[in-house]
């Protein structure tokens, strides 16, 4: 059975939030995860009334599970009792065992971002940092560049200062998938949470190389980091809510 075969027999099973996490593991993923099929298939497990209509209210299944899943996640927290000014992130990057990037960025630093992107980029990468999505950005200053054949991984810590404690965001993930259409080469891993948090898992931190052509034939140009964690945290009180749950040694 072809690879795409298969994946179109499984997405039928899965649940909307399931169904919405593989939409994010890569570009061909993400294009047939949006077949509206497989969208009706998620309505008609929780709404099944809704799809004897010839079709749905929003247009299409898809946007109707979206709208749905949006509303769920718009409850109002209570302020987080971390701030970015609490928190500094050490991030290293390597191609095999060779270090070719490792900071220590204040959380003020990582939560002012990429305030005016560089010229060079591409449009679409240029949309997507000046998007209104909730982003943590940094500027790489000096820029370095990597063969796109070369093997690339990246660990991030997160400590706090005031409790002199370290948790792990990403322990030595590759960067096994490139977007040549937006310029991003992507790596993640999965949250490891306090044990009084027993029921929470599957939460992933993504992290990005932002890049432009180099000039050079195979090789990129990294002008910036990306770090989210778009699976349960698009917002600043949420991302802060979150690092506070994390599992501090």
Same mark, same amino acid.
């Given at each position: 059975? &072809?690879?795409?075969?298969?994946?179109?027999? !499984?997405?039928?099973?899965?649940?909307?939030?399931?169904?919405?996490?593989?939409?994010?593991?890569?570009?061909?993923?993400?294009?047939?995860?949006?077949?509206?099929?497989?969208?009706?298939?998620?309505?008609?497990?929780?709404?099944?009334?809704?799809?004897?209509?010839?079709? $749905? $209210?929003?247009?299409?299944?898809?946007?109707?599970?979206?709208?749905?899943?949006?509303?769920?996640?718009?409850?109002?927290?209570? $302020?987080?009792?971390?701030?970015? +000014?609490?928190?500094?992130?050490?991030?290293?990057?390597?191609?095999?065992?060779?270090?070719? %990037?490792?900071?220590?960025?204040?959380?003020?630093?990582?939560?002012?971002?990429?305030?005016?992107?560089?010229?060079?980029?591409?449009?679409?990468?240029? %949309?997507?940092?000046? =998007?209104?999505?909730?982003?943590?950005?940094?500027?790489?200053?000096?820029?370095?560049?990597?063969? /796109?054949?070369?093997?690339?991984?990246?660990? !991030?810590?997160?400590?706090?200062?005031? +409790?002199?404690? !370290? &948790?792990?965001?990403? *322990?030595?993930?590759?960067?096994?998938?490139?977007?040549?259409?937006?310029?991003?080469?992507?790596?993640?891993?999965?949250?490891?949470?306090?044990?009084?948090?027993?029921?929470? +898992? =599957?939460?992933?931190?993504?992290?990005?190389?932002?890049?432009?052509?180099?000039? *050079?034939?195979?090789?990129? *140009?990294?002008? =910036?980091?990306?770090?989210?964690?778009?699976?349960?945290? *698009?917002?600043?009180?949420?991302?802060?809510? /979150?690092?506070?749950?994390?599992?501090?040694?």
């Amino acid at each position: 059975m &072809a690879y795409e075969e298969v994946l179109k027999a !499984v997405f039928p099973l899965l649940e909307g939030a399931d169904l919405a996490s593989c939409m994010l593991v890569c570009k061909q993923w993400r294009d047939i995860a949006q077949d509206d099929y497989f969208w009706k298939c998620v309505c008609a497990k929780r709404w099944p009334s809704i799809c004897k209509r010839p079709s $749905p $209210p929003t247009v299409t299944y898809y946007k109707l599970c979206q709208t749905f899943y949006k509303r769920q996640h718009c409850r109002a927290l209570p $302020p987080p009792r971390l701030s970015f +000014s609490d928190l500094e992130f050490y991030i290293d990057i390597w191609t095999g065992e060779r270090s070719i %990037f490792s900071e220590v960025v204040p959380g003020p630093v990582l939560q002012t971002g990429i305030v005016v992107p560089p010229p060079g980029i591409c449009d679409m990468l240029r %949309f997507h940092l000046e =998007g209104p999505e909730y982003k943590m950005t940094l500027l790489v200053e000096p820029r370095f560049t990597v063969p /796109l054949m070369a093997t690339v991984s990246v660990s !991030v810590l997160v400590g706090r200062k005031d +409790s002199k404690k !370290v &948790a792990c965001i990403i *322990n030595k993930s590759m960067f096994d998938y490139i977007d040549r259409t937006a310029y991003r080469a992507l790596a993640f891993d999965y949250l490891d949470f306090s044990p009084i948090y027993p029921f929470i +898992s =599957g939460i992933r931190a993504w992290i990005s190389l932002l890049f432009m052509e180099d000039g *050079n034939e195979g090789v990129i *140009n990294v002008f =910036g980091l990306e770090m989210d964690f778009c699976d349960a945290a *698009n917002s600043e009180p949420e991302v802060l809510w /979150l690092l506070d749950m994390l599992d501090w040694k």
